[in-house]
């Protein structure tokens, strides 16, 4: 038998398709794979309802605190053009069953599609409109509400109702446009509580709750600029004040693609930073495709001629006794062991860190035959996991040859030809292209199988709502309410010399209006302003030492109390700890918690001159000596005199006395 290392097949793949980590990837690496991507970034609008029903928005439930359930089933139809679209096919293979818990709170006869829509939101429509001429979308004379098909059960109709409300804009990155193709307003989907075997189980808080989607062409060629776009279109959304922040609020799903591979949507991605690592991967995953592909077209000219052998186990076989076949078969499932003609190195070929091929086929078939894992076993398996003394006799039980592969899988009667099919028509993918597909994000920046990609065809006109006209007069009153660019919010930060490492947080917060306002009002410097929010209020945000919902109001409000006591803003560092931690801070006791007094800058000074003379300190380093000094006067010149002040007040007294 030809020697054979799963893991050293891993690691040669790995280094044979010249996969990087995200940390050492250079611009020439995703020119040479050529890396494509771009966005669609859902963000939540902050209304009082839902889009189309009169439900309260933003109101949230425990898993267990439903009053309700509504079962549903998926079943594909043909389409006019008498075509099954795939992703109904996928879900109606799956058989599953679609639970809706539902809350009375939260629901109505719309969610579960049994009453036609209201009239759509004006508030929701509204913020949405002021976002699209924020992003310079070309905005609709027209509003026409369309349904898009939902077939994996997160929308319990089966399709979204959604209108597109701009078209053709763009983001001005740092170095580059990123162009927009449109911005929709659409209805929020379900929340997911669990999807386990043919068992899947919404919860309907969620739905219906009033969104936008932004969508980008595929222009971004890096992930950095991928992960720039991502922050530019989220804090453009939350500098009009109009979305909901926090976690669920925003959610992105990544289109990526390299040279020969195709559109895979990578879904409901939580968190930014996770946008890097993970369409990194995901353009590597496809070239690792790409590269199997050739391999297999090397050794099987004619694919069409290829066909993997399929033997069932049963308990009478002497292989029955191997433990993983005892044990699934002493569950009741059926057994099965595929061979796989001159594959030989396919299984155990990298895809992503820490996953190989082997692993797109044990995704599949949780998802569509819907077999929980451990579904199969195989001869290629990594480290522990190998058996090769078993695929040894499977190998010869089927009378394979040195360079063929073999699976063992297994699932309950009901469901082992959904698994046959499965394993199959991914095997076959596997020598025409990378499948279009969508799949789940994770942390670690690797994806699984979700499902397929719906088609393009999946959008049709809504019977039950008619065109909403938008007036010249509604659109020019709307841009009066346009915030300012964030380009030029980036160009302002860098003006007032704020650090950088406080931008993303202030422009997160939409706290940048605030400075100015501040500024405006009060006259106190930006810079300074903007680092105590920057720094000190995140800080304190950070280690969760502010109330639920505090009212960013407040900062201002503070300020207004230091301009009257006629301080200056250094005091807010310290009492900013009392101020978050209250709905109502009292200013003037809080500032006298700190045994806070008048002082000018020549009291300070004499007050520092017996510790400069000190013998104890003459010895000590000058600079040394001068701070030990300021530490000990520093609460007493916080927000009386500029420390910067008292600091050259210091040095001029420690350089006569030395």
Known sequence: MRDFNPEKNYND?????????????????????????????????????????RCRAGVYHNNDDYDAEVIRHMRPTLSEMGVY????????????????????????????????????????LEAALEIALASKLNIVGEVHITRKQYLDGSIPTGFQRTAILGVEGELQLKNKKVRLIQLSIEEDSCREISDIGHRRIYKTDRLGMPLIETVTYPDCETPDELVEAAQYIRFLNRSTGKVRTGIGAGREDVNVSCTGGCRVEVK??????????????????????????????????????????????????????????????????????????????????????????????????????????????????LGEERDDDLFKTIADWMNASEEDAQIILWGPDADIRTALETVEERLRMAFERVPDETRKSFPDGTTVFERVLPGRDRMYPDTD????????????????????????????????????????????????????????????????TGKILGHRLRSLERRKATIPDFRYETIYELFGFIKKKELLPAIIRVMLPSVVATDKPDFEEILSSLNHRRYTIDEITAIALPFLGQSGNNNRNGSVKNEIVMGMIHMKALGNVNLAEVWKEIEKISTVND
């Not at 050529?34 to 839902?50: A, D, M, N, P, R």
């Not at 795939?86 to 809706?100: H, N, Q, S």
């Not at 050739?294 to 399929?310: A, G, H, Q, R, Y």
């Open 268 to 381: 409901g991605v939580a968190h930014n930073k996770w946008i890097p690592e993970l369409s990194h991967n995901e353009a590597f995953r496809q070239y690792a495709l790409l590269n199997i592909r050739k391999k297999l077209l090397k050794v099987i000219t004619d694919p069409s001629e290829w066909n993997p052998e399929f033997r069932e186990i049963v308990s009478s076989d002497q292989i029955a006794n191997a433990t993983p076949v005892k044990e699934a078969l002493e569950k009741g499932n059926r057994v099965f062991a595929a061979n796989l003609p001159s594959a030989k190195g396919i299984l155990s070929h990298f895809t992503q860190p820490g996953h190989i091929f082997a692993d797109e086929i044990s995704d599949r078939l949780k998802v569509i035959a819907c077999i929980e894992k451990p579904n199969m076993i195989h001869s290629e398996a």
């Open 85 to 124: 679209d795939g992703t109904a096919l996928m879900e109606f293979k799956t058989r599953k069953e679609i639970v809706y818990r539902i809350n009375n709170q939260t629901a109505c006869t719309y969610e579960v599609d049994d009453t036609p829509p209201f009239p759509i939101d004006g508030e929701a």
């Open 465 to 528: 709502s008619p065109p909403i006209p938008l007036s010249s007069e509604l659109i020019e009153n709307l841009k009066k309410k346009v915030p300012t660019d964030i380009s030029l919010r980036l160009r302002q930060m860098h003006d007032w010399n704020l650090p950088e490492d406080t931008w993303i947080y202030l422009l997160r917060r939409n706290l940048i209006p605030l400075i100015e306002k501040i500024h405006n009002d009060f006259g106190f410097d930006c810079c300074e």
């Open 13 to 53: 793949t790995r280094k044979e398709i010249g996969y990087v980590t995200r940390k050492e990837a250079t611009l020439n690496d995703y020119k040479r794979i050529g890396f494509k991507s771009g966005l669609e970034v859902h963000q939540q609008i902050k209304t009082q309802c839902k889009l189309f029903c």
